[in-house]
Structures are given as structure tokens and as C-alpha cells.
């Protein structure tokens, strides 16, 4: 990575942000419009202290596209939360296309788990209604796994051999 120290705090503060995502989202259901307006809004700076080229970035701007395309119908159809849809969407401007795929195979997996929980949960206390899923938080830890994966083994000094 180019950009070195700015590259990587940027990626801190995207770290800081997805952990405020999560934990926002366990305590109102809600993702807030101006944390996901700041994600989205910082990848550029990242895209350019990263030394990303125009191909790289064409690729995240329509990765991003799509998934708000396909995420939109997912809210229309109340099968997913506005907050949601937005964190998606912005943290398809940040990760590369291959580890956005991993991201979202595991993201499904913990999402899968969370639902079953909260299910739980709701059986256990005897609640009527529709059950609120704070997929906020699948949603952050598999963009942190695919953040540690992707960018912290460059961090590491290479291990000889032998």
C-alpha cells in the first residue's frame, strides 16, 4: 500500500466507525445517515493515499451500485434495514471486489447466527411481533475481518524462511 501511515489510519478510523456501527445498531436498531454518509464519503481519500488506479475505483463505484440496487429491493420488500443497505454500500467503496465477496459469505454466516440468537431470545421472552435483527453487527465484524485480513498482513515484516 502506497499511502502508508495516512492509508492506515484511514482504515483505523473505517474500524472505529464499523465498531460504532455495530454497537448502535445492538442498542437503537439503527445505523446512523451521517456514519454511513462518512464511510462512503472518506473511501476517496483512501482510494488516492492507497494509489488505487481509475480501473480499481470504476470497480468499487459499480460493486457499490449494484449492491445498493440489490439491497434497495431487499428494503422495499422490508426484508432488510435502510441502515444496512447503507453500510453495504459504503463498505463497497473501501474493500477490494475479491475480499468483498469473502466479506459477504461471512457476513451471511454471522448474520445467520445473529438471527438464530435473536430468535432465541425472542422465543425465550415470550414477545409477540416481528423479530428486529441488528444485522448492523454481522455486517461491521465481517467488514473488520475482511479489513485485518486484507491489510494487516502487510503490517507484519516478513518471517524468513527455514
Known amino acids: 500500500m502506497q499511502g502508508g501511515y495516512f492509508s492506515y489510519g484511514l482504515l483505523a478510523a473505517l474500524a472505529i466507525a464499523l465498531l460504532t456501527a455495530a454497537f448502535t ?5 439503527q445505523i446512523d445517515n451521517w456514519l454511513n454518509a462518512a464511510i462512503a464519503l472518506a473511501a476517496p481519500l483512501f482510494w488516492l493515499a492507497s494509489g488505487q488506479t481509475w480501473v480499481d475505483i470504476g470497480f ?3 460493486i457499490a451500485l449494484v449492491m445498493f440496487i440489490m439491497l434497495a ?3 422495499a420488500l ?4 435502510g441502515g444496512d443497505v447503507k453500510l453495504l454500500t459504503a463498505l463497497a467503496l473501501w474493500i477490494e ?3 468483498f465477496v469473502k466479506l459477504l459469505m461471512v457476513m451471511s454466516v454471522l448474520g445467520g447466527l445473529l438471527t438464530l440468537i435473536v430468535a432465541a431470545l425472542h422465543f425465550v421472552r415470550r414477545r409477540e411481533g416481528r423479530i428486529a ?3 448492523g453487527i454481522a455486517i461491521s465484524c465481517a467488514g473488520l475481518w475482511a479489513l485485518a485480513s486484507q491489510y494487516l498482513p502487510a503490517l507484519s515484516p516478513a518471517m524468513p524462511s527455514g
Open 60 to 62: 468499487h463505484l459499480v
Open 78 to 81: 422490508r426484508a432488510m434495514g
Open 25 to 29: 445498531d445492538l442498542r437503537r436498531r
Open 97 to 99: 471486489p475479491v475480499w
Open 133 to 135: 435483527v441488528p444485522y
Open 73 to 75: 429491493g431487499l428494503f
